[in-house]
């Protein structure tokens, strides 16, 4: 079975620093490209990473670029996301997602999602 | 950035209703749209990619149409598993962006 379990979600105060894993099982994962979408509590998906299959190309949402780094270890069948200097606008359900085959980039597998909240 | 609007933002419909779901882009996407289901407490699924392709394990009462600006999503005949949040998303350039949703409630 195709499967993405996203972990690592948690409480954290402003400032803090969380890091986000997706383990992958089903398929190839080294083949397939992988990102995060987020979700804030009632609002809509949001867009925040991608990475391709060999991490050659790594893209950021403006809202997290400098703060977010994501990474994935193919070895592993593991996708992460290491968040820093969090900020309340950051809380949100954060899900992994992988990418169609082809060139539409699509997210045609996701994962249950992890909730991240940043609070004092 | 690509901006993507919904509209409506939210309908009431009944069991059987033909639904139709409208996302215009800021500037021409091709045909890079994709759409999306998404259930309180669930994770989102693809329904569409490519404007119009049926991903597999959808029902056929599904169906995306659309190129260029402006496309549809359109629910043939509702049932009750399809009340729902829909969203477009285009896959043209980076940053990838979602419209802000479409909210399919139970008349």
């Known amino acids: 079975e195709v499967q993405l379990v996203e972990s690592g979600g948690g409480l954290v105060k402003p400032g803090g620093s969380l890091r986000l894993s997706c383990a992958a099982s089903?398929?190839?994962?080294?083949?397939?490209?992988m990102n995060w979408v987020r979700q804030a509590p009632g609002k809509g998906l949001e867009w925040v990473s991608s990475?391709?299959?060999?991490?050659?190309?790594?893209y950021y949402a403006d809202s997290v670029k400098g703060r977010f780094t994501i990474s994935r270890d193919n070895a592993k069948n593991a996708l992460y996301l290491q968040m820093n200097s969090l900020r309340a606008e950051d809380t949100a359900v954060y899900y992994c997602?992988?990418?169609?085959?082809?060139?539409?980039?699509?997210?045609?597998?996701w994962g249950q999602g992890t909730m991240v909240t940043v609070s004092s | 950035d690509i901006q993507m609007t919904q509209s409506p933002s939210s309908l009431s419909a009944s069991v059987g209703d033909r639904v139709t779901i409208t996302c215009r882009a800021s500037?021409?996407?091709?045909?890079?749209l994709n759409w999306y289901q998404k259930k309180p407490g669930k994770a989102p699924k693809l329904l569409i990619y490519?404007?119009?392709s049926l991903q597999s394990g959808v029902p056929s009462r599904f169906s995306g149409s659309g190129s260029a600006t402006d496309f549809t999503l359109t629910i043939s005949s509702l049932q009750p598993e399809d009340f729902a949040t829909y969203y477009c998303?285009?896959?043209?350039?980076?940053?990838?962006?979602f419209g802000g949703g479409t909210k399919v409630e139970i008349k």
């Open positions: 997602a992988r990418g169609a085959p082809g060139d539409q980039q699509a997210f045609d597998i």
């Open positions: 089903g398929f190839t994962f080294s083949s397939y490209s």
């Open positions: 990475i391709s299959s060999s991490s050659s190309y790594i």
């Open positions: 500037q021409s996407i091709s045909s890079y």
């Open positions: 490519a404007a119009s």
């Open positions: 998303q285009q896959s043209y350039s980076i940053p990838l962006t």
